[in-house]
């Protein structure tokens, strides 16, 4: 197996995410690409929503994050 470049590494285990990605019933093969890119994109979407989470926390004067700061 080829080694990634550090650049090209995901976060999130990719045996992990292939088992999630098999869990939809219409899913048969799982290519390493779409692993990468759903991990990837995942990454982006956590780092979006705490950063958001965070800048409305931040605007009402709290340092804790509560549900209705992610929910907005």
Do not use: W
Request: charged share 25%; net charge negative; glycine share 2%.
């Amino acid at each position: 197996m080829e080694e990634q470049p550090a650049a090209m590494k995901a976060s999130f285990p990719q045996a992990r995410v292939k088992n999630i990605m098999r869990q939809d019933k219409e899913v048969h093969l799982v290519a390493t690409d779409a692993v990468y890119v759903v991990s990837v994109a995942t990454e982006l979407f956590l780092e979006i929503l705490g950063r958001e989470s965070f800048a409305f926390t931040n605007q009402e004067g709290r340092k804790t994050i509560s549900y209705k700061d992610v929910c907005i």
